[in-house]
């Protein structure tokens, strides 16, 4: 079983940090990928890569790669593990699922066609989904609910960041912007500071 640990992205492959020191995983470990887009850590200390070629999992002496329909070949580029345990995976091509253990379900969602780039808990363990073009969409029952339509927008969302209420802070192609989850519709709020600055990561400061 794996142990706790930290990861190192570099050179788009995997270190692995663990008591004895770092673990190059790659290729000759069954890490048969070129790009290593997202790592999670479960409940149970294995450890899932996800890549352009697929999910894998490692458990702190093997790589195994998932069997799981959608998931065997698909270019897996978000993943997130929630507060009660279950782990949920996005691809490139906006497909989402769940794992709760070793099964995997595909959930509805709308027709994005467009990346899942991460997922969002807020405080009351509403789970969002961000799509890097289609918008934002909240976890509703067994259905994602699209509550933001970016279609009309014209810009890219590269990360997401709670503030307080239901509003949220998006890091974009064109700096931050601010939008009301609440809302029917998106009407995002341009802030002066970077606003012609690509935002790829936002990260709320823990008071």
Known sequence: MLRTSFVIIAFLLPFFCLGDGPVL?????????????????????????????????YDGKSIIGTKAPGLATANVTAGYLDNSGLLWLGTYSGDVYVCDGLTFRLLKLPDLKSPIIEF?????????????????????????????????????????????????????????????LDAKSLHPIALEILSDVKINQVIPHAS
């Open 25 to 57: 995983i790659g290729k000759q470990q069954g890490l048969n990928a070129e790009t290593i887009n997202m790592t999670v850590q479960d409940k149970d200390n294995f450890l899932w890569i996800g890549s352009n070629a697929g999910l894998f999992r």
């Open 120 to 180: 969002k808990e807020d405080k009351n363990k509403n789970i969002y989904a961000v799509s890097r073009s289609t918008g934002i969409l909240e976890f509703k029952g067994s259905k994602f609910i699209r509550l933001h339509d970016l279609d009309e927008e014209k810009f890219l969302i590269y990360t997401m960041a709670f503030l307080e209420g239901k509003k949220a802070l998006l890091g974009t192609e064109s700096g931050l912007k601010i939008v009301d």
